[in-house]
């Protein structure tokens, strides 16, 4: 990447125009305290009620597991995904014991929590050099049989993790979109009072 294309419409720190979600990675190894790192920065999300409803499953490039939660993916994704360094499966505990209770409530919040977790995370990992690319495109089932995931946890999705690679080891179409993607105007995502987006 030469130039990154992003503004910001109102000032804020570079960090999160800086931050883009590549396909192309370099197959190189991310050592284990390296990429515990990103989810020690992941731990320090906020959560409603402090619940910490977050659970990061992962393999490491060369590792045991590597082709297991390779085989996760689909098609697509696995293509471009098998250059990444580290995948990691992002779930969120769907209860919490409350305050003050002694059995465990619904948490309605889990996803949204756990989105707050994944932020610090893909920040992190920029912020140390490394790349981020969100998946929703594994399946689920396949991940909660292999990977012994029990009732009352739901997948979220995967990430790959890597260092940035060259762009010609993509497929020709998605050659063109290895660049950072825009943002809609802000006046389309926010507004105050009622609801007029």
Do not use: C
């Not at 920065?41 to 409803?53: K, T």
């Not at 996803?111 to 495109?137: E, K, V």
């Amino acid at each position: 990447m030469s130039a990154n294309p992003r503004v910001a419409e109102y000032a804020i720190n570079e960090q999160f125009i800086n931050r883009w979600s590549p396909r192309a990675f370099n197959p190189e190894p991310i050592s284990e305290e390296t990429l515990l790192s990103f989810f020690e920065a992941a731990r320090w999300a906020p959560s409603a009620y402090n619940s910490q409803p977050w659970r990061f499953l992962y393999a490491r490039r060369d590792t045991p597991n590597w082709q297991r939660y390779l085989e996760l993916l689909v098609p697509f994704n696995r293509s471009w995904a098998q250059h990444a360094s580290a995948l990691v499966l992002v779930i969120s505990k769907t209860s919490f014991i409350a305050p003050g209770a002694s059995e465990e409530s619904p948490t309605l919040w889990h996803a949204f929590d756990t989105g707050s977790a994944w932020g610090h995370l893909a920040l992190q990992a920029s912020l140390s050099g490394w790349h981020t690319h969100g998946m929703a495109g594994f399946d689920q089932a396949m991940a909660r049989e292999q990977l012994k995931i029990p009732e009352g946890y739901e997948l979220q999705a995967m990430v790959a993790i890597g260092k940035l690679g060259d762009k010609a080891t993509l497929a020709e179409g998605l050659q063109a979109r290895e660049v950072p993607s825009p943002r809609k105007p802000l006046a389309e995502l926010a507004a105050e009072g009622d609801f007029s987006l």
